[in-house]
Each structure stands twice: as structure tokens, then as C-alpha cells.
């Protein structure tokens, strides 16, 4: 599964994904991604 549809998954939306994305400055993992759509709950 590609991190933007798992991302969606777990309830971020686009510009969160894009936010994300941008700050790393490279695509997140799914660990990375459970914890931002934890704090962003």
C-alpha cells in the first residue's frame, strides 16, 4: 500500500499528507504516519 492511501485510511486528508511529506522532505512510513493521525486527532 502506498503511505498517501494509508494515510487516508487512518484519517488524514491531502494537505495533512502534503504537510507531512514536505517536512520530512520524503515520502513518511506508516509508523510516521500513525503518529501524526494520532496528534492531529
Not at 499528507?17 to 504516519?33: A, F, M, Q, S, V
Amino acid at each position: 500500500m502506498k503511505a498517501r492511501e494509508f494515510a487516508l485510511k487512518l484519517g488524514l486528508t491531502e494537505e495533512e499528507y502534503g504537510k507531512i511529506e514536505k517536512g520530512l522532505g520524503r515520502e513518511p512510513n506508516e509508523n510516521e504516519l500513525g503518529m501524526f493521525s494520532v496528534m492531529w486527532s
